[in-house]
């Protein structure tokens, strides 16, 4: 599918618009504490002309033949470019976290990591994170490292969406 830098993007956005659209596909996830699961994920990355992308995304949990069990993850947020090709992204889920993240822009590639986990009393322990988008022919394929509940930083969740 060809894709067109809009012609109303901020000019601060140019190195994030290969980002832009919405993006379906599937992924797997795992941590010590849980049993691995399948899931199927929405993703959408918009804007308004302003210099932010406004970010969505939603998930099911998935049976071995890919049919829909329950919902999933929810999160939205703004990834906002910084100087350097830097990236700020706060986030915001509701089982109870915020987030602030920074990271870097490398091509068609997001490098972040947690600066700030804010969480609710109700949510469960999670400290830390680290997630990588990448653009590989044509997918927006992307990683997700957490540590939470007394567990270190590794690896939880990877996926791949294809541009719709």
Not at 66 to 75: K, M, Y
Not at 104 to 110: K, M, Q, S
Not at 117 to 126: I, Q, S
Request: no cysteine.
């Amino acid at each position: 599918m060809a894709f067109e830098i809009p012609a109303d993007l901020h000019a601060d956005l140019v190195p994030l618009a290969w980002l832009l659209g919405s993006w379906h596909g599937n992924g797997r996830g795992e941590y010590p504490t849980i049993e691995p699961f399948a899931f199927e994920q929405d993703v959408a990355f918009a804007h308004d002309g302003r210099p932010f992308l406004h970010y969505f995304s939603r998930a099911w949990i998935t049976d071995d033949e890919g049919n829909r069990i329950r919902p999933g993850a929810l999160e939205t947020g703004f990834l906002r470019p910084t100087a350097d090709k830097g990236v700020e992204l706060i986030l915001a889920h509701p089982t109870g976290y915020a987030e602030v993240w920074y990271g870097t822009i490398d091509g068609p590639r997001l490098t972040l990591t947690t600066d700030i986990v804010a969480r609710t009393h109700t949510a469960k322990e999670y400290t830390a994170g680290q997630r990588m988008y990448g653009l590989v022919e044509g997918d927006l394929m992307y990683a997700f490292d957490m540590a939470a509940e007394g567990q270190e930083l590794q690896s939880h969740l990877w996926g791949r969406l294809k541009r719709v």
